[in-house]
Structure formats: structure tokens, C-alpha cells
């Protein structure tokens, strides 16, 4: 009898627990669906991909798998100027959709409805590529932000944006962000300003409709840094940042944030060797005062993983 009334509680308990869990991730997850996707959560969707963080396609979370954002002042097919310039965003051939296009009930309706008529995102064929603008249209007498495929609409070609819009207009966003989670940045930095006085310094919070389709949201678990959610909007300078990367202490002598210098590798954007305790022993000289100047900061190759960590931030962190 005893063995019997431990094994009822024990299912009774495992019932309990089950139904609560339901209602933990179903419950979010339905108030997402039945959220309407604004220009940031697109935005987030596309430059950063299906998911960010372990998956089949990166195995070892390297950032591979992401597509392209790219920076376009001029039509890659007619030649027509983009004034202001407008984004797009690229998955070449075998690169995975971002959740809204594969799931378009999480686009929230309006968005859903417009970017499946008038976008035709649902002819986008994952095998061949495809090229996703945002666009504005009108939903019931409102007017609300949709995702529209490109490459069925207007005929562009993953390559040949790229090609149009040249390495220096390239934002390789999704490998950023999985940079920040990987080297445990969300340790320290928020993505997340509350509602409180953060308004005055950090910025308003995010709206539900900011997150549609993005994962993971890393709001971040502890503030012991300032919140980044709204950086690029304070400071939105490259050089800034890349001396804050190599070395926070050369433009923040207080701070506590540790060097990410070997996030440049092995060389430069010229292809030379970055001789790391050279420079090292050289800023050591420029804090005991034996020099006035401290020494450069190597430019980062493009293919380096802080390049893609400063193009999340400076992109999408605004």
C-alpha cells in the first residue's frame, strides 16, 4: 500500500509539473504568435537567421550558417538610387530561412498576411537563395512593416547583390551576435533597459513585437556593464569600438571588461602578422608613462570574428 500511494504521488507530482511547464511554453509562445512583428523584429529575424547558438547547421557555434546584411544605395538590377540606402538581407543558396519565413504565423497578423500577397516570401526556395528587403504597406487601415522576397519580386540574385553592394557595405549580423554569446558577453551586458530610469540612459525597453522570431532574445541574466540593447544609437563609432574590443582600458581607464584582442586572429586587413606581446609591452610602457602616445590598434581582417561582433552592434543594437 505504501509502494503504491509513493508511486501515485510521484505520477500526481510528474502530472503537476507537466501542466506547468505547458503552460510556461505555450503560454509565451501563443502571445508571440498573436503579436504583431514591428520593423525590429523583422529586422532581427533576417539579419540573424533561423537560430543563433548550437544547431545541425553550426555544430560548433561559430557563426556559420547566417546570412548576409548588406547596405544598398542602388537597385543591384535597374540601377536605381536608394536614397536614404536601404537593407537587405542575403541567404545564398543552402542557408536556413529566418523563423518568419518559414513559420509566417509568427510574423503576427497583418505582417503575415502582407509579406505572404505582396512579399511572396512564400516562393522563396531555400535551395536556390533568396534576397528579403522590408517593406511598408497598409493592413486594415493600418500601416505595419512586412517582409518581401526580393528575389521573386524584382528578380535579384543572392550573388549578385553581394556583388552590388561591395565588401564594405557587408554586416555579417548573425555571426556577431553568436560571437556575444559564445565569448559570455550577456554575463555582463543586458539587452534588456527596464522601465525605470534606464529610459534616460539605456533607452525605452523592447515592444513584444521587437522579438518575433527571434532566437535567442540573450536579454542577459545580471548588469554589471552597461545595457547594449540601444548602444549603436549612443555611440556609433567603429574606431571607438574597435579600441574598446582590443583593449577597454584605452578608452575607459576604469573599466573592468576584459581585452577580446584575440578576436582579431592571427593578421590584420593587410594580411600582417598582429604581434600581440609587442604590443602589449608596448602599452605597458604607455601606462608607466615612458610614452606619451599609446600604440595602434591593428585594423581587423574582414573575415575576423570581431569585425562581425562590432557589425551586430553598430547594426542591429540601435
Known amino acids: 500500500m505504501g ?4 508511486r501515485f504521488g510521484a505520477a500526481a507530482i510528474g502530472l ?3 501542466f506547468s511547464m505547458c503552460i510556461t511554453l505555450l503560454g509565451p509562445s501563443n502571445d508571440f504568435r498573436s503579436g504583431v512583428s514591428t ?3 523583422l529586422d532581427k529575424q533576417l539579419s540573424l537567421g533561423r537560430v543563433i547558438g548550437f544547431s545541425y547547421e553550426d555544430p560548433l557555434v561559430i557563426g556559420d550558417g547566417k546570412p548576409v546584411t548588406v547596405i544598398l544605395d542602388k537597385d543591384p538590377k535597374t540601377g536605381a538610387t536608394y536614397d536614404p540606402p536601404i537593407r537587405a538581407y542575403v541567404y545564398e543558396p543552402g542557408i536556413k530561412f529566418s523563423p518568419g519565413v518559414n513559420h509566417n504565423e509568427l510574423l503576427g497578423p497583418g505582417v503575415m498576411e502582407l509579406s505572404l500577397n505582396t512579399g511572396k516570401i512564400g516562393q522563396a526556395d531555400m535551395s536556390n537563395g533568396a ?3 522590408i517593406a511598408q504597406g497598409e493592413f486594415n487601415g493600418e500601416e505595419v512593416d512586412y ?3 526580393q528575389t521573386a519580386v524584382s528578380g535579384w540574385q543572392p550573388g549578385q547583390v553581394l556583388k552590388a553592394a561591395g565588401d564594405e557595405n557587408h554586416r555579417y549580423v548573425g555571426k556577431g551576435k553568436t560571437i556575444f554569446i559564445t565569448e559570455g558577453c550577456w554575463w555582463c551586458h543586458t539587452l534588456l533597459p527596464e522601465q525605470t530610469q534606464d529610459w534616460q540612459f539605456f533607452g525605452a525597453p523592447p515592444f513584444l513585437g521587437d522579438m518575433n522570431g527571434e532566437m535567442p532574445t540573450a536579454f542577459g541574466s545580471d548588469r554589471k ?5 540601444h548602444v549603436a544609437a549612443r555611440n556609433s563609432s567603429r574606431e571607438w569600438m574597435t579600441m574598446h574590443f582590443f583593449n577597454p582600458r584605452l578608452v575607459q581607464p576604469n573599466s573592468i571588461m576584459p ?4 578576436l582579431w586572429g592571427k593578421t590584420d586587413i593587410n594580411g600582417k602578422s598582429i604581434d ?3 604590443w602589449r609591452s608596448d602599452y605597458t610602457a604607455y601606462v608607466n608613462g615612458q610614452s606619451i602616445y599609446p600604440p595602434e590598434v591593428p585594423e581587423p581582417a574582414r573575415d575576423s570574428e570581431v569585425r562581425a561582433l562590432m557589425d551586430w552592434v553598430l547594426t542591429s543594437l540601435r
Do not use: E, H, S
Open 225 to 229: 556593464a552597461p545595457d547594449l540593447l
Open 16 to 18: 503537476m509539473f507537466g
Open 3 to 6: 509502494f503504491q500511494q509513493y
Open 276 to 278: 600581440y606581446k609587442k
Open 39 to 41: 520593423w525590429v523584429g
Open 259 to 262: 581585452r577580446f584582442d584575440y
Open 131 to 133: 534576397v528579403f528587403t
Open 147 to 149: 517582409i518581401v522576397n
